[in-house]
């Protein structure tokens, strides 16, 4: 396995990983050689994931909306793996939640409920901060680290119906960006991953017809770049907007310069 192709040794946190994006990515990572933590709100559902990765996995709960249950999960792995080299935060919930039917149906945003816009905009953009903001001090007192956040594509920030999911993503660069930006100079290094496309997750309401379907990405597509982010060839690499579906592409360019 080349040095672009292993993760050997890497201690991982993936938030959000008990299903699709995430999921792939711990499976992904865990196959290289890293020693992943698999993080959901449903602590039973974490820990079945992380069996079924194997003995390179374990499982914890962690709600990313409050900052007390990071607190206790950042303690854990602490205690148990002594640092984290490498924090993926994916959790997010999709559109589904506010609007089952947003595929078909897109609803405007002044039908959209506030609990359920707190909801997105809570798990997905403040949990990057929270969990970012607890773990950051860490990785620049162990004088490495590498976080990652996983983003969207740019239209689907702002699709029609699309109240609070895109909104969410746009928050989720621009913070990635600003965390870049202070974090530039150290030793720690922050970049975006984003699939490029609509994947097979349990976000896609399962009404969709068979030919939308047949046009989903695979949540595996993200286990390339992810691997080679948690690799020796990525130590240096720093605030990158990457495309799974580009990866390759992006990376020949870059080894070109």
Known sequence: ??????ADGMRVVV??????????????LTAAGARVVVTGRNRERAEATARELGQAAVGLGLDVRDEQSVAVLVDAVCDRFGCIDMLVNNA??????????FLTEPQPFWKVPPHGFRDVIDTKMTGVF????AVAPLMLDAGSGRIVNISM???????????????????????????????????????MLLPG?????????GHISPEVRAGLLDSSIMGPPIVWLAS????DVHDERIIATEFDDWL??????
Do not use: H
């Open 1 to 6: 396995m080349s040095n672009s192709e292993s």
């Open 15 to 28: 938030t959000g990983a008990t299903t699709g994006l995430g999921r792939a990515m711990a499976a992904a």
């Open 92 to 101: 997010g919930i999709g559109m589904r939640t506010v609007n089952p039917n």
């Open 130 to 133: 929270l969990v970012a903001r």
């Open 153 to 191: 594509n740019t239209r689907t920030m702002t699709l029609p119906g699309f109240v609070p999911y895109g909104p969410a993503g746009a928050g989720v660069e621009a913070l990635s960006r600003i965390m870049a930006v202070d974090l530039a100079g150290t030793p720690v290094t922050v970049n």
């Open 197 to 205: 496309g609509a994947t097979a997750t349990g976000m896609v309401p």
């Open 232 to 235: 020796a060839a990525a130590k």
């Open 252 to 257: 020949a360019r870059r080894t070109q310069v």
